[in-house]
T-cell receptor, first 115, second 113 residues
Framework: DAGVTQSPTHLIKTRGQQVTLRCSPK?????VSWYQQALGQGPQFIFQ???????QRGNFPDRFSGHQFPNYSSELNVNALLLGDSALYLC??????????????FGPGTRLTVL | DQQVKQNSPSLSVQEGRISILNCDYT??????FLWYKKYPAEGPTFLIS?????DKNEDGRFTVFLNKSAKHLSLHIVPSQPGDSAVYFC????????????FGGGTRLMVKP
């Protein structure tokens, strides 16, 4: 049973560029959440997707957008990259229980470096 | 405004002894709490959770205690093993939903053989 997978593992971009990160949820999961983890800090919630719609959003600017596909996989897009966007981006999947999310399982993350 | 805080960035414990990791929160709307463990180059792994209607939850060597009046929770690991060495994050959510997790900054646990 494959867990949560993310691609790519590492990515280097320059300021102003755009980036797309990808996530495949654990088998049987239908909800995907994205988190940003800066160095030495805990993960911060970006947003959550369920039924191809953004269900909840954390305190992140509109430069951060996402998408969920019919197979439940998801993408995180960041436009106009800033140096401060350098972080580990974590995807977590879970099973929706009538609007409540069951335990979230995390992927290994994508390390984004913005130069 | 850090709503979930782990005030000890690191903790060192001898193998076989008890490890106690602490977490404080400020938002009284939080009613579901979780602990995750993270090894380098891996994503956080779920350990144990507790709902605000309970004050204790046990799973093998791991026990989480919740003190709602003090807005404090702790994770006890007994006995500690070298393989427990990792960064531990506490997380909280509202409405028992677990949808949007708010994480603390993490505590690095080192269990010495």
């Amino acid at each position: 049973d494959a867990g949560v997978t993310q691609s790519p593992t590492h990515l280097i971009k320059t300021r102003g560029q755009q980036v797309t990160l990808r996530c495949s949820p654990k088998s049987g999961h239908d909800t995907v959440s994205w988190y940003q983890q800066a160095l030495g800090q805990g993960p911060q919630f970006i947003f959550q997707y369920y039924e191809e719609e953004e269900r909840q959003r954390g305190n992140f600017p509109d430069r951060f957008s996402g998408h969920q596909f019919p197979n439940y996989s998801s993408e995180l897009n960041v436009n106009a990259l800033l140096l401060g966007d350098s972080a580990l981006y974590l995807c977590a999947s879970s099973w929706d229980l009538a609007g409540h999310t069951d335990t979230q399982y995390f992927g290994p993350g994508t390390r984004l470096t913005v130069l | 405004d850090q709503q979930v805080k782990q005030n000890s960035p690191s903790l060192s414990v001898q193998e076989g002894r008890i490890s106690i990791l602490n977490c404080d929160y400020t938002n009284s709307m939080f009613d579901y709490f979780l602990w995750y463990k993270k090894y380098p180059a891996e994503g956080p792994t779920f350990l144990i959770s507790i709902s605000s209607i309970k004050d204790k939850n046990e799973d093998g060597r791991f026990t989480v205690f919740l003190n709602k009046s003090a807005k404090h929770l702790s994770l006890h690991i007994v006995p500690s093993q070298p393989g427990d060495s990792a960064v531990y994050f506490c997380a909280a959510s509202r409405d028992n939903a677990g949808n949007m997790l708010t994480f603390g900054g993490g505590t690095r646990l080192m269990v010495k053989p």
